[in-house]
C-alpha cells in the first residue's frame, strides 16, 4: 500500500492511473515563481519538485522556456534503484528522440488548456518499451504541481491497485 497525500491510484481497461501531489522544493536552487506569459498564457513549470509519497522518492528538475521543456526525473526507494533520465523536447507534440539510461527513448511534450503533457517511452532492457503520460496542473500560487500519470499497459490483468 502506498500513500499519494490522500490521492490515490485507479485502475482503468487500458492502464493505470496514478495522481500525484508534488511539492516544490524551497531549498532547491533556481527557484522561480510560476507565472502566465500575457503574450501566450502558458505557465512556467520551471523549479525543483518533489513528490510526497512514502514508496518512492521522486524528484523532478524542469527547467521551462516555452517552447523549450527539459525534465529531469531523478528516482529512488523501488526495485529498480536509483535512475536518473534526462527527457529533453519541446511543448509542440512532436516527438524527439534520445538516449536515455543508455537506452533508447522518445519525449512528448504539448498543452492541453493550462496542463503541461509529458510523454515519454524508453526501452527498458531486451527490448521492452515503457511508456507513462503525465498531465502536470500547476496550483494557482505556483507551489504545488498535481500529476496525473498514466502508464498503458498490455492487457488489463497486468495492471495493479495501489491506495
Do not use: C
Amino acid at each position: 500500500m502506498v500513500g499519494w497525500s490522500g490521492l490515490g491510484l485507479f485502475r482503468f481497461p487500458h492502464g493505470t492511473k496514478i495522481v500525484k501531489d508534488w511539492q516544490k522544493n524551497p531549498r532547491a536552487a533556481g527557484k522561480s515563481a510560476a507565472v502566465a506569459t500575457q503574450a501566450t498564457y502558458k505557465l512556467n513549470f520551471s523549479g525543483t519538485w518533489k513528490l510526497r509519497s512514502t514508496a518512492t522518492e521522486e524528484l523532478f528538475t524542469i527547467k521551462h522556456r516555452e517552447p523549450n521543456l527539459r525534465v529531469i526525473m531523478r528516482v529512488s526507494g523501488d526495485a529498480l534503484g536509483l535512475r536518473t533520465m534526462d527527457w529533453v523536447g519541446r511543448t509542440d507534440r512532436q516527438e524527439y528522440r534520445q538516449t536515455v539510461l543508455g537506452l533508447p527513448g522518445t519525449f512528448i511534450g504539448w498543452w492541453e488548456g493550462s496542463d503541461l503533457m509529458i510523454e515519454n517511452t524508453r526501452d527498458s532492457g531486451g527490448g521492452r518499451l515503457m511508456t507513462s503520460r503525465r498531465k502536470m496542473t500547476l496550483s494557482a500560487d505556483g507551489k504545488t504541481i498535481t500529476v496525473i500519470r498514466t502508464i498503458p499497459m498490455l492487457s488489463p490483468e497486468r495492471g495493479w491497485d495501489e491506495i
